[in-house]
Structures are given as C-alpha cells and as structure tokens.
C-alpha cells in the first residue's frame, strides 16, 4: 500500500502580521520556495516565509478540506491553533526535515 504525504501549512512574516495558509505534497519543497521567493504572489509580496504550524494527511480531500476550514477562521482562532503548538512562533522550517520525514516511513 502506498503511503500518501500531504500538508496543510500557517506561514508568516517575520512581525506575525500576515498569515498564509497553504496546502501541497512536498512542504519541504514548498517552504524552500517560500522562503527563496521563487513565486511570485502574495507570499512574495508580503515577505511571508516563516513557517509557524503544519499539519499531516494521508488524503488529499481532507488536507484541502483542512485548509478552507482554516481559511474561513477568524484571527484569533488561528492564532490559538498556532499557540498551542508553537507559543513563541519560532520558524519551523529547519524541523521540518525531521518531522516530515516521520511522515514518510511506512507505519
């Protein structure tokens, strides 16, 4: 059996002013892209490129599902989902090796 990665991610900016939620198969890949500017658009725009919160799935329709349910929350909610695993929003970008590679071994 296959064993699916996909990742619904929180970025922000280096003052926390600005979130981005996001959602992709690679967030290895994604954050690199992020933080190299390699994309033009909002994230670029807005200097987004701190990785503050992630979450796994193995299916594709309950990350996506994850990241509009995530969308459509207020501020504050967010900044409480963020709180509760990452208080200090310390960029998590160089954990994410780790712990994404966890995700990768099969169970």
């Known amino acids: 059996m296959w064993n699916y990665n996909f990742y619904v991610y929180v970025i922000t900016n280096k003052i926390n002013s600005v979130l981005y939620i996001g959602v ?22 807005y200097n987004i490129d701190k990785l503050i919160h992630f979450e796994h799935y193995d299916n594709i329709n309950d990350a996506i599902r994850r990241e509009k349910q995530l969308k459509k929350w207020n501020r504050k909610w967010k900044e409480e989902l963020i709180n509760k695993v990452n208080p200090e929003w310390d960029d998590l970008h160089e954990e994410i090796s780790d712990r994404v590679g966890n995700d990768r071994k099969v169970k």
Request: proline share 5%; charged share 30%.
């Open 24 to 45: 992709t198969n690679n967030l290895e890949r994604r954050i690199f892209e992020h933080k190299n500017k390699s994309v033009p658009g909002f994230t670029q725009k």
